[in-house]
């Protein structure tokens, strides 16, 4: 289906202030049509029609009421209509003024009313909305007809060019709808009608006290827009809470005729269970955070009886053992500590790297002063990389400040360890060097021969589908190369 500017454009001499107006018009007119019962479509003369049609329009938009049925089962929109199709519609658009009729349906076999508003913007009639009213069976309640007071009095801010508003607040999808709860408040500010649904809503706000004849104020109710739209005659909404309980949302439409407002429409939304939804979202990151908060906290524990057990231990061999599981476990647990603040499917990788960092800077007791260097950084990472990752560098790194330096002894050369990290789209790339003695002679990453390596391969290759490269670097000490595929795309 075609939108309202692309048929104006093609059909219409409109321009673009007037498109506009017109859909600014048509964000808010589901409610006219839902206070008027009736359908409503928008009209437009057409041009570009020589010879073919006599007096065409084209149809720019149409809607159909929420709290009836339809009329108009066919849709009109973009279809020409030839002026003699709907009598009195050329006299409203020369006249400026609303213009009464009736119009013959042939899917009812009988004419209904109708009521031709025209829309003007700048001194203009730019279109005309035609309103096709369902046929009136019996009196009309007490509420139709304040519905249709209201409707009556927008029709004519509509020819007096002050509805729509200019401001945008009003407009929109977020507009309540007309069945949530209405309440009319005439000049003085006195409640002059409140439909069933709104007088719902007040007693939900605790309000029980009649209010026909009061103002809201009066009433224990401060809604700040409602005197605002009063005394500047501004649409805008406000949303007004009882506790945690209850929200209700406050939109408020002034009502104006020449330059006085004589009114207030309040159309009243009760948004309780997306507040409460909201919440719930904030309460499950919370608890989130808590999970993650604990798993850290149960690593740190696991950690420390492998320390205290090493401690204990008298063979040499099994104390190193039981320490590197330790420090394994910990750098599984940096990860948590980090979600446990900021909880998501990603995680900022620079803050684990500053953890694991520190971590290996301080396990690690040698005679002789390491630096650990990172250059660059990794952004975020999805959690599913990260705590392999994570690990994988620390085994690395821990390499390095372990093997690189062992014939420095205290001869007070530091030891400098570099870590460059990089991030392209799809790829993380970790380049770890030292200016130590080198990877042994015999040095092979595929013999599967100590643990440490192990894992960072295993890791590496099999859970994050990377590849690693070890070899001596150009000048001295050891290069490893780490590409890691961030996105569902294997290297
Ligand atoms: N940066 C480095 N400089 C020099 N030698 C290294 C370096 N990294 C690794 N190596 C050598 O590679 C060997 C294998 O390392 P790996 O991490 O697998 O085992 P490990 O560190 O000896 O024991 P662990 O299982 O506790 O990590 C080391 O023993 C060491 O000889
Ligand atoms: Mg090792």
Not at 84 to 94: E, T
Not at 124 to 148: C, D, F, H, M, T
Not at 265 to 274: A, E, I, P, S
Request: net charge negative.
């Amino acid at each position: 289906m075609a939108t309202l500017p692309e048929i104006a454009s093609v059909r219409t001499s409109l321009n673009e202030a007037e498109v506009e107006h017109l859909l600014r018009l048509l964000a808010s007119w589901s409610l006219l049509s839902d206070l008027s019962f009736s359908d409503m479509l928008l009209l437009a003369p057409s041009v570009g029609h020589a010879g073919v049609h006599d007096d065409p329009f084209v149809v720019l938009a149409q809607v159909r009421p929420n709290n009836r049925a339809t009329l108009i089962s066919d849709d009109l929109v973009g279809t020409i209509q030839e002026a003699s199709l709907w009598p009195s519609l050329r006299q409203s658009l020369s006249s400026g003024v609303v213009v009464r009729d009736q119009v013959m349906m042939e899917e009812l076999g009988e004419a209904v009313p109708v009521w031709y508003i025209p829309v003007t913007f700048d001194g203009r009639v730019i279109s005309i909305l035609v309103r096709v009213q369902g046929p009136l069976r019996g009196p009309a309640s007490l509420y139709e007809q304040a519905y249709l007071n209201i409707f009556e009095r927008l029709s004519t801010m509509v020819t007096e060019s002050s509805f729509p508003f200019r401001e945008s607040e009003v407009a929109g999808p977020g507009m309540p709808r007309v069945g949530d709860g209405i309440i009319l408040i005439d000049q003085r500010g006195l409640v002059e009608f409140a439909t069933p649904n709104a007088t719902n809503a007040l007693h939900r706000l605790g309000l029980y006290a009649a209010t026909e004849g009061r103002s809201l104020r009066d009433l224990g109710l401060r809604v700040r827009v409602v005197e605002r739209a009063l005394e500047f005659g501004l649409p805008s909404m406000e949303e007004v809470d009882r506790g945690a309980e209850v929200a209700i949302l406050f939109h408020c439409v002034p009502l104006i005729e020449g330059a006085a407002t004589t009114g207030v429409v309040v159309l009243m939304r009760d948004v309780t269970d997306v507040r409460r939804l909201n919440r719930l979202v904030l309460s499950k990151e919370a608890a989130i955070k808590e999970v993650h908060h604990r798993v850290k906290n149960n690593l740190q524990t696991i950690s420390s009886l492998l320390r205290l057990q090493a401690r204990r231990s008298d063979d040499g061999d099994s104390r190193t053992a039981l320490l590197e599981a330790e420090r394994r476990i910990r750098s599984i647990a940096v990860v948590h500590e980090v979600l446990s603040r900021e909880p998501g499917e990603v995680v900022d990788f620079a803050e684990i790297v500053g953890s694991i960092v520190t971590m290996v800077e301080d396990s690690i007791v040698v005679e002789h002063p390491v630096e650990i260097m990172v250059e660059g950084e990794l952004g975020n990472l999805s959690t599913d990389i990260a705590t392999p990752l994570a690990v994988a560098l620390a085994e690395l790194l821990t390499n390095a400040v372990e093997h690189a330096f062992v014939e420095f002894g205290d001869r007070g050369d530091v030891g400098i360890v570099t870590l460059q990290l990089t991030r392209q789209q799809n790829l993380a790339e970790l380049v770890i060097r030292d200016n130590g003695r080198g990877l042994p002679a015999d040095f092979s990453l595929e013999l599967p021969t100590s643990l440490g390596l192990s894992i960072v391969r295993d890791l590496i290759r099999n859970q994050l589908h990377g590849t690693i490269e070890m070899r001596n670097g150009e000048e001295m000490g050891a290069y490893v190369n780490v590409r890691v595929p961030t996105l569902d795309g294997r290297l």
